[in-house]
Structure formats: C-alpha cells, structure tokens
C-alpha cells in the first residue's frame, strides 16, 4: 500500500510541536480532536495556515543574487538557487514546497471533513467556516500546479500532469494518481465558486481570514496564470468591489515602519505570511537598475543603496523592515492584472491608467510623471516590470518567469559565483522550469510518474 503521510508532509505534523498542535493531535483513521465550531474558528487562524507562502519561492528567481553561495552547494535553500533537480536527498523529512502545501491542504481537509458535525455552533457560522477551508485548499493549489506541473497551456492542459488531488484525511488511503492541469485548475475554480456563497462580505477585521473579495482576487490570479485574461479581470473587478479600496500612498508615511500589520492593511485581500518573513534578500545589480532613484520602494525596503549606482555585489539588501510582505492577494495585484488584461485587449490607455495608479504611489510626489505610451509591446513590457518592483520578493516572480518563458519572452538566466563565474545557467525552455517531484515522495511512491 502506498503511503500518504508523505504526500501531506505529515512528517513533521507529526512531530513538531506548533501553536495549534492541540488542535490538529492526529488519531487512527485520519480523525482529529477538533471538536466544537470555536475550536475550527481558531484554528483557521493558526500560524499554519496563515504562513503558506514558501520564502524559498524567491530563491528560484531570477531577481535574487547569492555572491557567496557554497561550492559545492549542500543546503536546501542554496540547492534551490541553483535549480538543483532535487532540493534534499533526506526522504525523512517533508519537502520544501511540496510538504508545506500538502500538509495545509490536509488541515484544510480535517476542517471541511469535520465542520457538518461540530458542536456549539451556528449553521451559518459552518457554512462560513467550511467556505474559508475551501479557499485556503484552493490557494494552496494554485502554488503547486505552478510548481510541479507546466504552465497552463490550453492545448495541453487535459494531458500535461500536474499533482494529486488529495480529499481525504485518512492516512492510510492510497495516494492517488497525479491528476492532469485540467483538473487542477478545475477544482480551484470548482472550489472557489463553491465557497463564495458562504463567504463573509468583508474580512476588514482579519485580512488573513476568507471573505468574498479575498475569493474573486485568487480566481483572478487563477486566471491570469491560465492565460483567460478577462476573466481574470472580470474577477478582479469583483475583488476590488465599485469602491476599490485605497492604495497605501508612500509619499504620506516617513518609512516602511508606519505600514500597519498585515491583518488589518486595507489594501490587503487575503493576507499570507511567507514561511521566513524575516529573512532578507540580496537583489542583483540589474533588478535595483529598474527602480526609478525617485522611487520610494528602494527607501522603504532596500538597504544600504548608496549612490544609486550599485557598483558591487551583495551590499544592497532587501529587509521589509517590519512591513512584512503580503504572499497572498492584495488591491495593487488586481491591478497589475487589469492593466495586463486591458494591453492584451488592445485598451492601453487603462492599462496605463492601472499602472499609475500605482505608480503615483511610489514615485516621489514631486518628480513623478505618468507613463504614456501608444505602443502595445512597451506598455505591455511597462506591466512586467511594474510587476516585477510591486510584487518583489513576494513570490510572484518564479511564476511570472514560467509565463514569460511560455510566451518564448524569457532570456537565459545565470548563477554567478564570487568571482562573477557563471556556475549555473537555466536558459529558455529549460526542464527546470518545472520542479521535480522530491525524493521523498516518490520513495513512498515509487510508481509516481517523475517530470520529463
């Protein structure tokens, strides 16, 4: 029999204390201790679930700079860097990426298992909780078809395999075949307009927590990744409601300390902490290059820039400063998609428009200048970039990277060492673009069909 507890990353489930173990205490036959609806409320609430953006997604970016990476590299994260095949040779342990999502989604699973049964509680407040399960099990989703499957191509979707689509809670079930990006993205839409109805109208209170804006802007971002662009903004739209909420303007506030938390930013949608929210980032010399001097991003989040001129490696540092980056959805990504979906609707005047509603945000006050352009190649590059500078660091570049790449838009990227020595080169239409299945789980399942 195969076994499943890989597949979820129950390793270190099951052997690591953390905030909400008492709520997750894993007993014969997959059930749990969750008990009433209060104890499902808190635990959604849980650091698990709240942190499920990987910081390591940065790391397969071509925007990160490693000057003194090991030679030969050991470490997962250095392992990473490289686009090492493998990340970890150790099939004991649960694996970067795949382990975090699987075992959220399994969290996600004892909840929408359990709600129906729970006691002291409301028939509204089940439906709203077993919505925000199926929300969360659709984010998570969303990261791993982007990860281990290819990009989402139209032709080739019902074909090209993607990962398990896991339901149950039972850890003695076989694991089931890896199911085809088709059925992916099916089921995260599936899920998605599932939970809408049950959704509150706001999560103004709890950015971390699902409402019906935080449902529309991961469908748009589901979309987007699809290529169904005005979907995506139609989705978009709906996230950001006929009173968008406000984009936090830079030019009001002394420094990325006066960012409020991320539970109650306005400009959130559906909050997500990364998995080291602390950890910094050393950019590369040619990503600081397209920041404008004037653009108050570089005062906020990157240290040590001196004169603008960048003229070594490894000095400037990303450090959001307590400004902790959002891994989830937010009002500045469903913008970044409409203006993406309206220059590839032939509508670049928004497209423009989006972009410098943004822009005039981060741009000094007195040396900002709307963009203006009539050209729909450039305008559409002016969205990749803005893309690029507003989204840093936030995971979103791997992915963006893949698109491009689909797109034949995607140049060679290179690993340098000290010495400026090209170490690694992942070149256009590489095999790397999509992650191989770990180690780990194929030890457990050894039939799982590997990627090409």
């Not at 700079?65 to 342990?93: G, M």
């Not at 509680?121 to 659709?138: N, P, Y």
């Not at 239409?429 to 194929?442: F, G």
């Amino acid at each position: 029999m195969k076994h499943k507890w890989i597949i979820w990353g129950l390793a270190g489930l099951l052997t690591t204390a953390t905030s909400c173990q008492k709520y997750l205490d894993i007993v014969p036959k997959g059930k749990t201790i969750l008990t009433n609806v209060s104890d499902y409320d808190l635990f959604l609430n849980s650091q698990d679930l709240t942190s499920s953006g990987a910081r390591e997604l940065n790391l397969l970016a071509d925007d990160v700079d490693q000057p003194a990476i090991p030679q030969p590299a050991v470490l997962p994260a250095d392992l990473v860097y490289l686009w090492a095949e493998q990340f970890s040779n150790d099939t004991k342990v649960p694996p970067l990426f795949w382990g975090k999502h699987y075992a959220n989604i399994y969290r996600y699973n004892a909840v929408l298992k359990g709600i129906s049964n729970a006691g002291n509680g409301t028939a509204r407040d089940k439906e709203r909780i077993r919505a925000e399960a199926l929300l969360g099990r659709a984010f998570e989703y969303l990261y791993l078809v982007n990860l281990y499957a290819k990009p989402y191509n139209a032709a080739t979707a019902a074909k090209d395999l993607a990962v398990p689509f896991m339901e149950s809670i039972d850890i003695s079930d076989n694991t089931p075949p890896r199911s085809t990006v088709a059925v992916i993205y099916e089921h995260i839409i599936q899920d998605i307009n599932a939970a809408i109805p049950g959704l509150p109208a706001s999560n103004a209170g709890n950015r971390f927590r699902g409402a019906v804006p935080a449902a529309y802007s991961v469908l748009a971002r589901a979309y987007l990744y699809m290529g169904l662009y005005e979907e995506a903004a139609k989705n978009a739209r709906l996230a950001l409601g006929d009173t968008p909420p406000v984009i936090l303007d830079y030019n009001t506030i002394p420094n990325a300390k006066a960012i409020p938390g991320m539970a109650i930013r306005t400009y959130e949608l559906y909050a997500r902490y990364s998995t080291s929210a602390a950890t910094k980032e050393y950019p590369t010399i040619e990503f600081l290059k397209l920041f404008d001097v004037n653009d108050l991003r570089l005062k906020f989040y990157y240290e040590n820039t001196g004169d603008y001129t960048y003229p070594k490696r490894g000095v400037v540092t990303y450090n959001p400063s307590g400004a902790v980056p959002n891994f989830g959805t937010s009002v500045e990504e469903m913008k970044l998609i409409l203006a993406e979906a309206a220059v590839r609707g032939g509508r670049l005047q928004e497209a423009l428009d989006q972009l410098n509603d943004i822009r005039k945000c981060r741009i000094k006050k007195d040396a900002y200048q709307p963009l203006v352009s009539s050209d729909a190649a450039q305008v559409l590059d002016l969205v990749w970039k803005e893309r690029r500078l507003e989204l840093a660091y936030r995971g979103f570049r791997w992915i963006d990277m893949r698109r491009l790449d689909a797109a034949n838009s995607m140049q060679t990227v290179n690993r340098y060492a000290d010495a400026g020595k090209v170490i690694v080169t992942l070149p256009p239409h590489a095999a790397r673009y999509t992650l191989q299945i770990p180690l780990s789980v194929l030890s457990f399942n050894p039939d799982m069909p590997r990627n090409d």
